[in-house]
């Protein structure tokens, strides 16, 4: 059983520029969360979603940023004209269930830099 | 809003011995969940034990222990027999019963000396 894939591993965006992360949960997982990670921080939180569903977007920047997470696919985080300030680790993880027991599983997360 | 906070960024042991990470929370709640997460260089998060707030006795996972005391609002991480392997970077996390998010403390820097 593949654990949560996460692509690209690296991924070099010019200001402005679009970025396209995407994240493939574990199979029978249909849940997912996203993560961000800033040098020396720990993660913060940006959204939770089921397949077709935002649950919750409390951590989402209010512009910019999107999440979706397709009935077929994998889920994606966009990042519109990206800035210096987004360069950071982005993980996904993801559970089987929302019972706050499951253990969330991680990616290996992608390593965003914004020259 | 939950808190996490972990007192100290970095921390080091010899190998063999024992070491002790500290983490504090913040909560009103009664009901939650607590993690230690460990990212070593390659930055993949590991869960290293879970604790619920419910089970008054202390989480044992081989040679990492946890010290939880709910009403100082504490979650201590212990590692005996500390192995070159356990170098990483450790992250505590709380998630509540009401809530989808974990809240991570900023972390602690462990290095292992052989």
């Known amino acids: 059983n593949a654990g949560v894939m996460q692509n690209p591993r690296h991924l070099v965006r010019r200001r402005g520029q679009e970025a396209r992360l995407r994240c493939s949960p574990m199979?029978?997982?249909?849940?997912v969360y996203w993560y961000r990670q800033l040098p020396e921080e720990g993660l913060k939180f940006m959204v939770y979603?089921?397949?077709?569903?935002?649950?919750?977007e409390s951590g989402m920047p209010k512009e910019r940023f999107s999440a979706e997470f397709p009935k077929e696919g994998p889920s994606i985080l966009r990042i519109q004209q990206v800035v210096r300030g987004d360069s950071a680790a982005y993980f996904c993880?993801?559970?089987?269930?929302?019972?706050?027991?499951?253990?969330?599983?991680f990616g290996p997360g992608t390593r965003l830099t914004v020259l | 809003a939950q808190t996490v906070t972990q007192s100290q960024p970095e921390m080091s042991v010899q190998e063999a011995e024992t070491v002790t990470l500290s983490c504090t929370y913040d909560?009103?709640?009664?009901?939650?969940?607590l993690f230690w997460y460990k990212q070593p260089p390659s930055r993949q998060m590991i869960l290293v034990i879970r604790?619920?707030?419910?089970?008054?006795q202390n989480a044992t996972e081989n040679r990492f222990s946890v010290n939880f005391q709910k009403a100082a609002k504490s979650f201590s991480l212990k590692i005996s027999d500390s192995q070159l392997g356990d170098a990483a970077m450790y992250f505590c996390?709380?998630?509540?019963?009401?809530?989808?998010?974990?809240?991570f403390g900023a972390g602690t820097r462990l290095t292992v000396k052989p």
């Open positions: 993880a993801s559970s089987p269930r929302e019972s706050s027991y499951n253990e969330q599983f």
């Open positions: 199979k029978g997982h249909s849940h």
């Open positions: 979603l089921q397949k077709e569903n935002i649950i919750d």
């Open positions: 909560t009103s709640e009664s009901d939650y969940y």
């Open positions: 604790q619920e707030a419910y089970k008054q």
């Open positions: 996390a709380y998630r509540s019963t009401h809530n989808n998010d974990m809240r």
